[in-house]
């Protein structure tokens, strides 16, 4: 009983506080308007500078990726990207078998996949590649359901690949991946 009689008026009393605060002086919120405004001016001018400053960082050319091995069901990625005028313009990020058959167009495994889950390579890579040159930031590709491996895969690879357009290194990265059995 004690403990509710406590906390009632610990809340009574943070309330009032409150009440007391939001009933300042009328200068008060007009400072903060102005403050608010202000710093959104502020906030607005620095993320645009941010963003032409990202897509000025990129160097014109094609930067390419290349895992070394193929997985255990014989696929391996390849992944490049094309820069014009410090803009990403072309996403081509694709699985590809010892033969250099593109995975997107495997009619058997497009349609196997998708019947299991609704989805196959010829549907999420040109989602993918379409996604990145749309949003121009490999943060801001968002997963493709049904895809999430690859989509990781795509996360993973294309920093790497904005990293070397950064710095205008266009030799080819060669990932020495994992193949687990």
Do not use: H
Not at 40 to 63: N, R
Not at 134 to 145: C, L, S
Not at 152 to 168: N, Q, R, S, V, W
Request: aromatic residues 6%; negative net charge.
């Amino acid at each position: 009983m004690e403990l509710k009689k406590t906390l009632s008026t610990a809340t009574l009393l943070l309330a009032s506080t409150f009440v007391l605060a939001a009933c300042g002086g009328a200068d008060t919120d007009t400072e903060a308007e102005s403050s608010a405004a202000a710093s959104s001016e502020v906030v607005a001018e620095s993320s645009s500078e941010a963003v032409s400053e990202a897509a000025a960082e990129l160097q014109d050319g094609t930067y390419t990726l290349v895992e070394k091995n193929f997985d255990t069901r014989g696929w391996k990625t390849e992944f490049s990207i094309t820069v014009v005028d410090g803009k990403i313009t072309e996403s081509a990020y694709e699985n590809v078998n010892e033969a250099g058959a593109k995975k997107s167009e495997d009619a058997t495994y497009q349609e196997n996949m998708a019947a299991k889950v609704g989805i196959g390579p010829a549907d999420y890579f040109p989602a993918l590649n379409n996604q990145l040159v749309e949003k121009q930031d490999p943060e801001a590709v968002e997963v493709v359901t049904g895809a999430t491996g690859s989509t990781d895969t795509f996360k993973k690879y294309a920093p790497m690949l904005i990293d070397a357009a950064e710095a205008g290194d266009t030799t080819t990265i060669e990932i020495d991946n994992v193949v687990e059995e």
